[in-house]
């Protein structure tokens, strides 16, 4: 028996290929953001900046964030809410005491049974407290950021650079990219260079054509008008495992528009394949969850949103079906070594090698501009290759949760380094 494979190869060409040409192309041209004049002339009349930072068992890093965050250059006090979840280490007793130390510290302690019920709800009660603590605030002229306890600003204009991009009264939220700082263990490395090779060339491409800028869970900023706008309850979702997803969605739905921050926040990798695997599954589930409630529902393409920034959001939410298609494609190699049938094609072996291997510019690009050494990009291009066929595992897993009707449910990510 034949099994003809053109179906798969035009799938890829379309799907894959033409897209990483058209992420490489966009690499190339793409320059670099710049917002910070000379320092005498910095705009006072930037808006405010209010970070959340939900923490949970993050007495390791907590104190080192607070207080770099606290001597980032920005012409206002930069002030940070701790959202303490009910944790077990000294995690209150830090934030506290920094909130003794600085009074742009703010506190708030979270009691079981409400807390610990996923990043959502946290950072619905911090927004919450905020309104209520700030009531006479211009919410159009104050930005709420969420952070996570180990995240910390790289370039010295970030917040800056934030508050300037707010300056169009369009932009209704912004994310910065996201560096891994302990690059001297390869599974950090190679989740670095997934953040350098594919999200921020993505955001990037997004940024200057569709408009469909994603927001992550490290190194947001949404206007609080936006906030409030989007639900009277809370506007992140708490039963959402990527709460920063579903928000997204919404934002865009909204007509709101999300920037992309070309500056860097940093974080701890997992250095665990067992850790990773617990994190990505968290992930993938929550991907198909906003899948299922804006794309299989129809919500998304009932919506007034321009074609291509429909189109564009359709893509993207659906890319988790490129895994599966590449299973398929492994499963019908192996098994074609033992079992009765031949795989037959009409497309030549170049166009099949190419459409193999037509990120691998794009990652090369990316890793070339986030200044990783040049004599690590090849072999960080194909461990990363391998390194990528983690998310069929984590996806599949995800599948059968939802088959089963699992109630989701938050794991968080275990610090390791101080």
Same mark, same amino acid.
């Given at each position: 028996?034949?099994?003809?494979?053109?179906?798969?190869?035009?799938?890829?060409?379309?799907?894959?290929?033409?897209?990483?040409? =058209?992420?490489?192309?966009?690499?190339?041209?793409?320059?670099?953001?710049?917002?910070?004049?000379?320092?005498?002339?910095?705009?006072? @009349?930037?808006?405010?900046?209010?970070?959340?930072?939900?923490?949970?068992?993050?007495?390791?890093?907590?104190?080192?964030?607070?207080?770099?965050?606290?001597?980032?250059? /920005?012409?206002?006090?930069?002030?940070?809410?701790?959202?303490?979840?009910?944790?077990?280490?000294?995690?209150?007793?830090?934030?506290?005491?920094?909130?003794?130390?600085?009074?742009?510290? =703010?506190?708030?302690?979270?009691?079981?049974?409400?807390?610990?019920?996923?990043?959502?709800?946290?950072?619905?009660?911090?927004?919450?407290?905020?309104?209520?603590?700030?009531?006479?605030?211009?919410?159009?002229?104050?930005?709420?950021? %969420?952070?996570?306890?180990?995240?910390?600003?790289?370039?010295?204009?970030?917040?800056?650079?934030?508050?300037?991009?707010?300056? @169009?009264?369009?932009?209704?939220?912004?994310?910065?990219?996201?560096?891994?700082?302990?690059?001297?263990?390869?599974?950090?490395?190679?989740?670095?260079?997934?953040?350098?090779?594919?999200?921020?060339?993505?955001?990037?491409?997004?940024?200057?054509?569709?408009?469909?800028?994603?927001?992550?869970?490290?190194?947001?900023?949404?206007?609080? @008008?936006?906030?409030?706008?989007?639900?009277?309850?809370?506007?992140?979702?708490?039963?959402?495992?990527?709460?920063?997803?579903?928000?997204?969605?919404?934002?865009?739905?909204?007509?709101?528009?999300?920037? =992309?921050?070309?500056?860097?926040?940093?974080?701890?990798?997992?250095?665990?394949?067992?850790?990773?695997?617990?994190?990505?599954?968290?992930?993938?589930?929550?991907?198909?969850?906003?899948?299922?409630?804006? %794309?299989?529902?129809?919500?998304?393409?009932?919506?007034?949103?321009?074609?291509?920034?429909?189109?564009?959001?359709?893509? /993207?939410?659906?890319?988790?079906?490129?895994?599966?298609?590449?299973?398929?494609?492994? %499963?019908?190699?192996?098994?074609?070594?033992?079992?009765?049938?031949?795989?037959?094609?009409?497309?030549?072996?170049?166009?099949?090698?190419?459409?193999?291997?037509?990120?691998?510019?794009?990652?090369?690009?990316?890793?070339?501009?986030?200044?990783?050494?040049?004599?690590?990009?090849?072999?960080?291009?194909?461990?990363?290759? =391998? /390194?990528?066929?983690?998310?069929?595992?984590?996806?599949?897993?995800?599948?059968?949760?939802?088959?089963?009707?699992?109630?989701?449910?938050?794991?968080?990510?275990?610090? %390791?380094?101080?």
């Amino acid at each position: 028996m034949t099994i003809s494979t053109d179906l798969l190869t035009i799938f890829f060409i379309g799907y894959c290929m033409i897209y990483n040409l =058209f992420l490489f192309v966009c690499a190339l041209l793409q320059r670099p953001q710049r917002f910070l004049p000379p320092a005498e002339h910095i705009d006072a @009349d930037l808006p405010l900046i209010t970070i959340m930072i939900p923490a949970l068992n993050e007495a390791k890093v907590l104190r080192r964030t607070i207080e770099n965050l606290l001597q980032q250059p /920005y012409p206002k006090p930069i002030e940070i809410l701790i959202i303490d979840d009910h944790s077990d280490d000294e995690t209150l007793a830090i934030a506290e005491d920094l909130a003794l130390q600085h009074p742009s510290v =703010f506190v708030l302690h979270r009691h079981l049974p409400a807390a610990r019920r996923g990043k959502g709800a946290a950072l619905n009660h911090g927004l919450h407290y905020l309104l209520e603590r700030f009531p006479e605030r211009d919410r159009q002229r104050w930005l709420i950021s %969420v952070f996570d306890g180990d995240g910390r600003p790289v370039e010295d204009d970030f917040f800056i650079a934030a508050g300037k991009i707010f300056a @169009d009264s369009s932009v209704a939220a912004a994310q910065s990219g996201v560096r891994i700082h302990n690059v001297h263990r390869l599974l950090p490395a190679l989740q670095d260079t997934e953040f350098v090779a594919f999200s921020e060339i993505i955001q990037s491409a997004r940024d200057g054509t569709s408009g469909t800028v994603a927001l992550g869970g490290n190194g947001q900023f949404i206007r609080a @008008d936006y906030l409030e706008r989007l639900s009277l309850q809370g506007p992140w979702d708490p039963t959402a495992l990527t709460e920063d997803l579903d928000i997204t969605i919404r934002i865009h739905l909204a007509g709101g528009r999300i920037r =992309f921050l070309q500056r860097h926040v940093i974080q701890e990798g997992v250095e665990s394949l067992r850790a990773l695997m617990r994190q990505r599954q968290r992930w993938a589930w929550g991907t198909l969850q906003v899948f299922l409630r804006y %794309v299989w529902s129809g919500q998304l393409m009932r919506s007034d949103l321009p074609w291509f920034k429909k189109l564009d959001l359709h893509y /993207y939410l659906s890319f988790w079906i490129v895994p599966f298609i590449v299973l398929l494609s492994l %499963v019908l190699t192996a098994t074609g070594l033992f079992l009765p049938w031949r795989l037959e094609g009409r497309f030549h072996w170049a166009i099949l090698l190419a459409n193999s291997f037509s990120f691998w510019p794009m990652m090369a690009v990316g890793l070339w501009r986030a200044k990783v050494p040049h004599s690590q990009v090849p072999m960080l291009v194909v461990v990363g290759t =391998f /390194y990528s066929y983690h998310w069929i595992p984590a996806l599949v897993r995800a599948w059968m949760n939802i088959a089963q009707r699992k109630q989701p449910h938050w794991i968080k990510t275990q610090r %390791v380094h101080n």
